[in-house]
T-cell receptor, first 113, second 118 residues
Framework: SQQGEEDPQALSIQEGENATMNCSYKTSINNLQWYRQNSGRGLVHLILIRSNEREKHSGRLRVTLDTSKKSSSLLITASRAADTASYFC?????????????FGKGTHLIIQP | DSGVTQTPKHLITATGQRVTLRCSPRSGDLSVYWYQQSLDQGLQFLIQYYNGEERAKGNILERFSAQQFPDLHSELNLSSLELGDSALYFC?????????????????FGPGTRLTVL
């Protein structure tokens, strides 16, 4: 079953604009991760935010986490054509380490030149 | 390049057949995970191995099995294949603390094996 649900399902913006994607999850977590997938290829890890963190930055990426609302957001600033991809949030069940990730359905981001 | 390799890249087979997918983790990673990605089910965790032992199970069918060998490479065996098994199968690896203090770590994904069952 899907733990995370991304919103929106698809997003199309102009190059240079900011893109915001949201993710909601259902159970308690140790951390939440965001991954990017270019069409039909393997996933690439973007950023991990721990449950005791509220905000984290990595280059043009900014992630927030609100554990009271069980939600997270990913902001990509100054978007580029190369950012066109699907973005997934992922969580592990809070059972300490040994577990796979549960992914949402993803947001498909299209950056128009 | 994540450092995780998967073979084959593509596999086309018939219903009822059995296939084996192979994965080599990043150098130094002891954990291997298998995922299935399909249009209707999305990305689903199947199974995890840590240093040769099964550690966690997800939505893995009884027709599917996996193992991790002493050299840490892993194989996913899919048998009695059905049309609905057509999907992308990903392997991922990570450095996991077996005690699990901090939750699931960052995972490095291979390029996947695209399985088509006709």
């Amino acid at each position: 079953s899907q733990q995370g649900e991304e919103d929106p399902q698809a997003l199309s913006i102009q190059e240079g604009e900011n893109a915001t994607m949201n993710c909601s999850y259902k159970t308690s977590i140790n951390n939440l991760q965001w991954y990017r997938q270019n069409s039909g290829r393997g996933l690439v890890h973007l950023i991990l935010i721990r449950s005791n963190e509220r905000e984290k930055h990595s280059g043009r990426l900014r992630v927030t986490l609100d554990t009271s609302k069980k939600s997270s957001s990913l902001l990509i600033t100054a978007s580029r054509a190369a950012d066109t991809a699907s973005y997934f949030c992922a969580t592990g069940r809070d059972r300490g380490g040994a577990d796979g990730l549960t992914f949402g359905k993803g947001t498909h981001l299209i950056i128009q030149p | 390049d994540s450092g995780v390799t998967q073979t084959p890249k593509h596999l086309i087979t018939a219903t009822g057949q059995r296939v084996t997918l192979r994965c080599s983790p990043r150098s130094g990673d002891l954990s291997v995970y298998w995922y299935q990605q399909s249009l209707d089910q999305g990305l689903q965790f199947l199974i995890q191995y840590y240093n040769g032992e099964e550690r966690a199970k997800g939505n893995i069918l009884e027709r599917f099995s996996a193992q991790q060998f002493p050299d840490l490479h892993s194989e996913l065996n899919l048998s009695s294949l059905e049309l609905g098994d057509s999907a992308l199968y990903f392997c991922a690896s990570s450095v996991d603390d077996p005690v699990g203090a901090g939750g699931v770590n960052e995972q490095f994904f291979g390029p996947g094996t695209r399985l088509t069952v006709l």
